[in-house]
C-alpha cells in the first residue's frame, strides 16, 4: 500500500443509536479521485457505502476526510475499492457491509468494484 | 431524546379498513427538516414510510404535522430515523414496518437510513 | 359503502383466451378520482391491475367506466383501494392479483396503497 | 384464429451456436400493429420476447416479417400475446420463453401482456 | 470463427489483489463493433461483463483492445456474445461471469444477447 | 357557457406585493377534470398559468377550488381553455398572461391549448 | 398522390371558439403507419401538429381517421408530411402551421420531416 | 416585512475578479424553507440566483446562511421571493439578476416566482 | 482528404416533392465510426443533419452508406465533420444545412463540431 | 495567480481545418477538480468550452493534461472560470468563445460560473 494512503485509524466512529435492531446506512461519495500508478492521469469515482452497524457507525466528517485523502495516491481500482472496504471492516467491525466504487468512462471503457461482507 | 421533539402519541389513528387481509400503505414525505446538534445547520430529508397495517392506520395530517414538528429539533440523521420509526412502530402496531430518511447531501456526501421491522 | 358506488356486478367479463397457462395481465388506469369524505376536495389517483386471469378476464371498456364511476364518491384512500380490489376478485375469481392506488401527493404527503391476493 | 394470421411455420430459425449452456436472448419489436376486431381501430404495442434457446434460434427478419404481417389481422390483446407465445414455442422448443405485449394507451387505459413458459 | 477474430490469449491479466473475498468487477464497453456475416453491414453493441475474479483479473486496455479487434470481423449476434465469453472463461478462469452484448436496432428490432457462467 | 361553470368572480384576488416591477407567477393545477359534452367522458388536463401580475395577484387557494369546480361541466378542450382565460384576465388585468390545458391522451391522440394575451 | 391516400376533404371541422385571439392547438399521434413504396415494408412515426386556428377547428375523432387512414398507403417519408400539412392547410385555412413527422429509426438512421406555414 | 427576517446586510460580498467582463454566475439553494403566514404550515422552495456581477459577488457561505434564516419567517411566495430579490441587488448593485423561488406543490398546486432585473 | 474516404458522388438524391416552400429534414446517424490517424484507435460519433431542401433531397439508405465508408478512415474530428458537410453542400445544394459530429468520450473529455451553412 | 497554475502555454494548438466558414467545436470535461483557497477542501466542476476558431484549434490531449494542472491549485470558483477563459482566448485567438465552470454542491448550494467572449 501506498504510504500517502490514508488509514483505518482516520475513521472517526460513534456508538450506534439503535444496537437492538438490524437497520442500513447508505453513504454515496461522487468526489473521490485518485491517480493511476502506471500513467499518473487522475481516476475519478463514485464510493457507495452500505452497512448494518453493530456497535459503532462511522462520523460523516471523518469518513468524507478519509475520502479526500486519496486524491494523490496512485493506486488500481480493484485494489483501492477493497482497501477502503478493509479500512471500514477494521474500524466498524459492521454486521454487513457493501462497497462500491464506480469508476468514470476511459478509453471508452466504464468500470466498477463491488465488496460484499457479512460477520457471519 | 431532545424536549422539543414530536411523541409518539402525536401519532393519531383509525381502523383499518380490511385487517382482513396483508396489505401496504406507502407514505412519502419530501418535507422533513431538522437541525444538526453538532453546527446547528438544517438539514432535510425525504422520509418514506412502507406499512403493513394489523388494527390501526396512521391518520394523514396528523402524521404530516408529526413530520413538521421535527423542524427545530437537534437530532442526527441515525437517531431520528430510528426514532421515527419508534414512534410509528408503538403507535400502530404494524405487522411489518419499513421507514428510510434520504438526505440531501452536504459536503459532497448523501447519506441515507433504513430501518425494516416485523412483529413476528 | 357509499351508496353511489360502483358494483363489482359492473365488472363485465370475457373467457380468458388460454386457460391452459399461468400469465399476467397489467392495466393502468391513470384517470382515477373520487372524494374526500372529510374535506370534500377531490382526490386522484393511478390505479394499477395486475392480475392472472383463470376463467375469465374483466373487459377494458366496462373496467374503464367502473373506475369513471367513483368520481363523486367520497371516500378514503386506503377504503378505495380494497374495495376495487375486492370488486375484481369477486368479478373475476383470478389466480392472483395485485392492485395498487398510487394517489398525488397534498399538504406535500403522497400515499399508496397495495394489495396482492392469490387464490390458493 | 383469422385467417389472415401468420403461421408458426414463417418463423425461419437457425441452429444454436452455444446449445452447451443456458443463456438468454432479447428480442424487443416495438412496431407491432394490429386491428381491433370489435371496432376496427388500429392497435399498437411493443412485442418483448426473452428466450432460452436449445437447439434453434429464430432469424431476426423472418421474425420482424412475422410480426408485421399482423397488421391487418383483427384480434384482441390476450389472444394475440398468447397465440405469439404459442407460435414461438412451437418453432423453437426453447428451453424456456417470456413474451410481452405492451399496448399504447387508449380510453385511458394502457394494458399489457406476460406469458412465461419452461419446457420443464 | 473467422481467421481475423481476436484471441483468447489477447486478454492479459494481473493477479487479482483480493483473493481471499467474492466481489464483482463490471467492465462496460459501448463501442462494440462487428460486421454482418450475411449483408456487409456494420453492427454495433455495448458488451458488459461482469465477473467474480478467482487468481486473475483482466487488464482493461488489453480488454479494450480485444473488443476493437473485432471491428471488422463477419460474426452474428448469437455466436459472437458466446465467443466473448468463452474467451473471457479461458483467460481469466472466474468463480462467476456474465456477458451481455446489446445490440443496437436494426429494421426496427432490438436484440441482446446475455451468458451466464458459474465455475461450481 | 355551461350554467355550472364556475365564474370569474370566484377568483379571489390580493394586492401585489411588488408592483413596481415585472416579474413572473407560474402555477401549475395537475388535477383539472371536465367532461366532454358529446360522450360524458371525463376529461383529465394539466392547466398551466404563467401572468405578470400588475395590481392585483390570484389567491392561490381560490384558484385551487375555481379549477375543481369545472369537474362535472360539459366543455370542449378549446373552450374551457379559452374560457379559463377570460376569467383570469377579467379577475386579475394582468399586464400579461399565458395559460396551457394540456390534456391526456384519448384515442391515440394528445392535445394541448395555449392561450398568450398582453395588456398592451 | 396513391389512391387509397385519405384527402383534405375526411378533416372535419368545427367553429373557432374564440376567433378574436391567437392562440395555439397542439395534438400529437404517436399512431401513424404507413408503407415505404419502395420495400413494402411499414414506417411508424409521430405526426405532431401545432397551429392557431383563424374560423375553423379540426375535429379530433375525424383527425384521428384521417390519420389512421395512411396505414396501407404507399409513400415516402418527405412526401406524406408535405401532403398531410397540405390537407390541414386546405381545410383549416389557419392563421400558422407547423407540422413534423419524426419517423421511428431504420437502418441505424432516425429522420423527422418538419413544414412551417403562415397565411400572411 | 417580519422582524425576523433576515437583512440585506448580512449577504457579504467579495471583489469580483473579473469586472472587465460581463459573466454570469449561478446559484441554486434547494433547501429554503419558510411558513406560510396564513396556516402556520412550513414551505418549501429551492430559489435559483443568476446574476451579471459589476464590481460585487456574494459570498457563498453567507448567502446560504441567508437563506437559511427565512427558516421560521412568516411569509407569502410572491413576497418573499421579490424580497430577496430586492436584498441582493442592494448588496451587489448587480448589472443583472434574475432570482426564482420555485414552491413545492400544496393542494395540488405548483407555484414559482421569477424576478428579472436589469441595472440599466 | 485519405484516398479510402467516400466522396460526394456516392450521395445518390432524388427530387424535392415540395420545392414550392421551406422546410426542414433532419437525419440521425448514431453509428458512424472512423480511426484516430495519430493513435489508430477507433473514434465513434452521431452525426446529425439538418437541411432544407432546394431543388434535390439525399436518398436514406446511399446516406447511410456513405457515413458507413468513413469506418476505417483516418481523420481527426473537426476535418471529418467540415468534410461531410462539404460533401453534403456539393451534392444537395441545399437551401440550408447543419451538421453535428457529436464523438464519444476519451480521455474523459467530449467533443462535438457544429457547422452551419446557408445559400444565402 | 497561485505558482502552481498552469499556463496559457501548455494549451497546444493545430491548424483549424475550415478557416473559410465559422464553425462551433464544444469540449466537456467532466473531471476538473482544484482546491477551496480558504478551507483547502476539494472542489470539483464540469468546465465546458464551446468556441469557433479562426486560425487555431485546442489539440484535446493537451487540453485535458491543462485541465487536470489545476489538481492541486486553490483558487475561487469565479476566478479560476475567468482564468481558463483568459488562457484559451491567449492561446487560441477565437472568434467567439463560451465557458462554463459548472461546480457540484457543498452546503446544499450548486454554484455556476459562465463567460461569453466575442473577438468583434
New interface residues.
Given amino acids: 500500500m501506498p504510504d500517502n494512503a490514508p488509514k483505518s485509524a482516520d475513521l472517526e466512529t460513534f456508538a ?3 444496537p437492538q ?11 473521490f ?1 485518485c491517480v493511476c500508478p502506471k500513467t499518473g ?2 481516476d ?1 469515482a463514485t464510493i457507495t457505502l452500505v452497512y448494518t ?1 453493530d456497535k459503532l ?1 462511522v462520523e ?2 471523518a ?2 476526510l478519509y ?2 485523502a486519496w ?2 495516491v496512485g493506486i ?1 481500482h ?2 483501492v ?2 482497501r477502503i472496504a478493509d479500512d471500514l471492516i477494521k474500524a466498524l467491525k459492521p454486521r454487513k457491509l457493501r462497497l462500491t466504487g464506480a469508476f ?14 457479512s460477520a457471519k
Same sequence: chains 1, 2, 3, 4, 5, 6, 7, 8, 9, 10.
Fill in positions: 450506534n443509536p439503535a435492531r438490524d437497520y442500513d446506512i447508505t453513504i454515496e461519495a461522487p468526489e479521485t492521469h487522475p475519478f452497524p457507525c460523516l466528517k469518513y468524507k475520502i479526500h486524491r494523490n488500481f480493484e485494489a475499492t477493497n468514470h468512462a476511459h478509453g471508452g471503457i466504464t468500470t466498477s468494484v463491488t465488496v460484499n461482507y
